[in-house]
C-alpha cells in the first residue's frame, strides 16, 4: 500500500521560512518523479515544485520560484520543500505527489501523479 505521509506544516510570520517533508512507503521511490502541489481556500489545488528520480531536473511554478527549493534524499525515501521569503498568498495545505518516472512527461499537470499524501496547513501571518 502506497503512503505518502507531509509533514513540516505551520504558522509562520511573512518574510518567515519552512521546511516541508514528505516521507513515501509502499513504493519504489528512487524511480517516482515527486511534485509538491498547494491548494487555498476557495482555490483549486495547483502545481509548486517537482523533481525528477535522479534530481537531475527541477521544475517550479513562477509563484514560487527563487523562494522555494525541492529536493529529495532516495536513501530516506523523502522529498522536500524549502520555503522561504513566505507570504500571505502562501498559505494553503500542502500535498505530496508522486508519478512513475518513465511515464512522467508534464510534471506540472496533477493527472501525471498517481498517489498523494494527506496534505499539511501552512499558515503564512502579515
Known amino acids: 500500500q502506497v503512503q505518502l505521509v507531509e509533514s513540516g506544516g505551520g504558522l509562520v510570520q511573512a518574510g518567515g521560512s519552512l521546511r516541508l517533508s514528505c516521507v513515501a512507503s509502499?513504493?519504489?521511490?528512487?524511480?517516482?518523479?515527486m511534485g509538491w502541489f498547494r491548494q487555498a481556500p476557495g482555490k483549486e489545488r495547483e502545481f509548486e515544485a517537482a523533481?525528477?528520480?535522479?534530481?537531475?531536473?527541477?521544475y517550479y511554478a513562477d509563484s514560487v520560484k527563487g523562494r522555494f527549493t525541492i529536493s529529495r534524499d532516495n536513501a530516506k525515501n523523502t522529498v522536500y520543500l524549502q520555503m522561504n521569503s513566505l507570504k500571505p498568498e502562501d498559505t494553503a495545505v500542502y500535498y505530496c505527489?508522486?508519478?512513475?518516472?518513465?511515464?512522467?512527461?508534464?510534471?506540472?499537470?496533477?493527472?501525471?501523479?498517481?498517489?498523494w499524501g494527506q496534505g499539511t496547513q501552512v499558515t503564512v501571518s502579515s
Open positions: 509502499g513504493l519504489f521511490f528512487s524511480s517516482y518523479a
Open positions: 523533481i525528477s528520480w535522479s534530481s537531475e531536473s527541477a
Open positions: 505527489a508522486g508519478s512513475p518516472q518513465y511515464r512522467t512527461k508534464q510534471y506540472e499537470k496533477q493527472s501525471e501523479y498517481v498517489s
